[in-house]
């Protein structure tokens, strides 16, 4: 997982999203706050209810949710499902979310014609690398270098099925960075939904509405300003829907943000297209995958991308701060 902050909640700031707060106090619903490490960061949960008991209860449902998901996408935690995947090349008996979360990441992989690939995890370990060493080249890693990475992408060569997964090819290496927030933040609404919760916003980095805010209005949401720091850009009026932000500004691997963790697969470079990309979807798992897609995407070709996922949208940000709106 990244190690942006995240949150699940009523107000709060996350990577290119930020909650406008105070709405809930000011209608009199009790708000409860956990603080503490989720997702391998720092951060803070917010549940409106009635009954400040049941809101502990369901909170703390949610972190059981989002540990046990963690076991099976992190790639820091030596023992989850998916380090032991890159680590041997092959998992037998896989646990069924990583299945699941595999062959819907290799769904979009085809669907956007490979913008979406999740082997592009070799490339992060050649430009995390490169960085970290003491006098690294400004210029980025050698052609030669980033060639042979480039030449383990390829999300056809991934085997999933449910007893098995494994690679076609020595060296390659999964990473769910760009969907697993979105899938997590899935299920935990889910678990809140099971839990009998109609109006619910989470937030884990990416956002999903469920309902409506307690008031009878839409979710407001605000647009981080990719430029300016603290600054919204815009909001967003949501219910019944899901909000993902894709920003290499975000986590650059240089001092000059020239590379960051953003990867186009077609040539192993970092992805320059646009500045940040939000997407507005059904889902969390949808909008946080196509928002990695769009982001090493021109112009023409994302509205083609988007075209083919219905009830979706897009906000794409130059590096100028004009923005392209994109509405399937």
């Known amino acids: 997982m990244t190690t942006r902050r995240r949150f699940l909640g009523i107000a709060a700031t996350a990577a290119g999203l930020a909650l406008l707060p105070g709405g809930l106090r000011a209608a009199g619903v009790p708000v409860r706050t956990w603080r503490g490490v989720a997702l391998g960061a720092d951060s803070v949960l917010q549940l409106a209810h009635p009954d400040p008991a049941e ?20 790639l820091y935690q030596t023992d989850s499902a998916l380090a032991r995947l890159n680590r ?13 979360l595999l062959s819907e990441a290799a769904a979009f992989s085809r669907r956007t014609d490979g913008a ?33 990475a480039r030449d383990l992408v390829d999300h056809r060569k991934l085997r999933v099925e449910p007893g098995r997964v494994a690679f076609a090819g020595r060296g390659m290496a999964v990473t769910l960075n760009g969907i697993a927030q979105g899938y997590v933040t899935d299920r935990v609404s889910e678990r809140l939904r099971a839990e009998g919760m109609t109006d ?9 509405a469920l309902g409506h805010h307690p008031s009878g209005r839409p979710w407001s949401v605000g647009l981080a300003d990719p430029l300016v720091d603290g600054r919204n ?32 697969p077609a040539t192993g470079g970092c992805a320059q297209e646009w500045l940040a990309v939000t997407v507005l979807a059904p889902d969390a798992t949808t909008a946080d ?16 991308l988007l075209d083919r996922f219905p009830g979706t949208a897009a906000r794409l940000t130059r590096h100028d701060g004009s923005v392209l709106a994109l509405r399937a």
């Open 116 to 148: 979406f690939d999740p082997t592009v995890q070799p490339l992060w370990q050649l430009y995390a690398g490169h960085f970290a060493r003491p006098g690294a080249d400004p210029a980025g890693p050698p052609e030669a270098v980033l060639r042979a």
């Open 289 to 304: 995958a196509l928002s990695t897609a769009l982001s090493v995407a021109p112009e023409a070709r994302a509205a083609v």
């Open 88 to 100: 041997d090349g092959v998992l037998d008996a896989p646990p069924a979310d990583l299945v699941r």
């Open 233 to 264: 850009a815009g909001t967003l009026e949501i219910a019944d829907r899901a909000v993902a932000t894709s920003g290499g500004y975000g986590t650059p691997f240089d001092p000059a943000g020239r590379f960051t963790h953003l990867f186009d």
């Open 55 to 74: 809101a502990d209860r369901l909170i703390a449902l949610c972190l059981e949710e989002v540990a046990r998901l963690e076991r099976v996408f992190s």
């Open 200 to 208: 619910v916003l989470v937030d884990l980095g990416e956002i999903r």
